[in-house]
């Protein structure tokens, strides 16, 4: 208030949370998260109501709170001609894929339910702003930040363009936003665990060589599955064993779960040498990355799955997941190493791979 709106006076009921100011027009802040929230929302009638990144907003809920547009209200306004303010609805986000339903709103100009044109097109406006046009209130450095993104995450965060949906992928970001916890309120945590992907990078003359996966995640009391941290490295075993145990010993994990394919006992050396205590189990990729990856991605919907926080480079190659194989632009290490700490915590997601046996036919007579 004091940078956009010197000299305006209010006053902030921080109980049910709402500002009166002058005139006595109040500003409502609200959810639609949580039934409670939800509740008090639906119990009042505004003439204004604007959704914060509805990107992470379910059509569902816009469609609730659009039925609460439906105060009255006088104005001196030069234009309307009977006096009453017109009611209207502000939307802002980093656009997300097409297939997210402020796309068809506000794009195509269709229902996002019946993909029928719109009755009213002209009511729904639209335009771009971009980073770059705020420049002189954002940070040094911030856009160049954002310009060392991949080019998927820069057409999103730094262009402002919405992205074409791929039918085929298994994680959508329009999904991780939904669920995506900013505010650091996570339940309990029944089970923490370590996840390691290795490489064969050395310690040194490592540049050319994969990065090692390394990734935290926990599965909360309320059965949900939470990404704590990426600590992914590009580093020998000397460094990456210590970050892994370091990472163990931060979150009071219970496991280390690390790929054996190139070499369990190397693997188990390099950790319990950081830490000989530290508890590890050795797993083996007997399946495809796609195939591993495709049971977690109904977990992703349902938002049994919450990312902790932003983390944009494991998003970027859980992007590149499709049910026809990974298209990602390099390995997928820090992915990889996410799968197997979802596979900890949901032992079940994953059958284990049969052998084929074949069947000697004898004296059937078959001709």
Not at 210 to 226: E, F, K, Q, R, S
Request: proline share 5%; with cysteine; net charge negative.
């Amino acid at each position: 208030m004091e940078l956009a709106f010197p000299g305006i006076k209010y006053e902030l009921d921080k109980t049910d949370w709402y500002a009166t100011v002058d005139g006595g027009s109040q500003i409502w802040f609200g959810g639609l998260d949580d039934k409670e929230r939800t509740e008090k929302i639906l119990g009042q009638e505004y003439a204004t109501i604007y959704l914060n990144e509805c990107s992470q907003i379910p059509f569902s809920s816009r469609e609730m709170a659009v039925t609460r547009l439906a105060q009255k209200v006088a104005t001196k306004i030069e234009g309307r001609a009977d006096g009453i303010l017109k009611p209207r609805m502000f939307y802002d986000e980093n656009p997300p894929n097409n297939a997210h339903w402020s796309y068809k709103l506000f794009i195509r100009k269709t229902d996002p339910d019946s993909n029928k044109p719109l009755r009213n097109p002209d009511d729904f406006a639209y335009f771009k702003i971009s980073p770059q046009d705020n420049a002189e209130n954002l940070s040094d450095g911030y856009i160049e930040t954002l310009e060392g993104l991949s080019a998927r995450l820069r057409q999103r965060f730094l262009i402002g363009d919405f992205s074409d949906a791929n039918p085929n992928a298994l994680f959508d970001d329009v999904t991780i936003e939904k669920w995506r916890m900013l505010d650091g309120k996570v339940p309990d945590f029944v089970r923490v665990v370590v996840g390691v992907d290795p490489s064969g990078s050395g310690d040194v003359d490592n540049q050319d060589n994969d990065a090692i996966g390394i990734t935290v995640g926990a599965l909360g009391t309320d059965g949900n599955a939470y990404l704590l941290e990426d600590i992914t490295v590009k580093a020998g075993p000397a460094t990456w064993g210590k970050m892994v145990v370091d990472a163990y010993e931060r979150h009071e994990a219970d496991v280390i779960v690390g790929e054996d394919n190139y070499g369990g006992d190397m693997v188990r050396f390099t950790i319990q040498t950081a830490n000989r205590r530290a508890n590890y189990k050795a797993v083996k990729a007997t399946r495809g990355k796609v195939v591993r990856a495709e049971p977690f991605s109904s977990l992703y919907e349902q938002g049994k799955i919450r990312h902790v926080g932003y983390f944009r480079e494991l998003e970027d190659e859980l992007a590149g997941f499709t049910t026809n194989g990974y298209i990602g632009e390099s390995s997928p290490n820090r992915a990889d190493s996410w799968i197997w700490v979802l596979s900890e915590l949901f032992p079940g997601m994953i059958a284990p791979k049969r052998e084929f046996k074949p069947i000697a036919y004898r004296n059937l007579g078959i001709i």
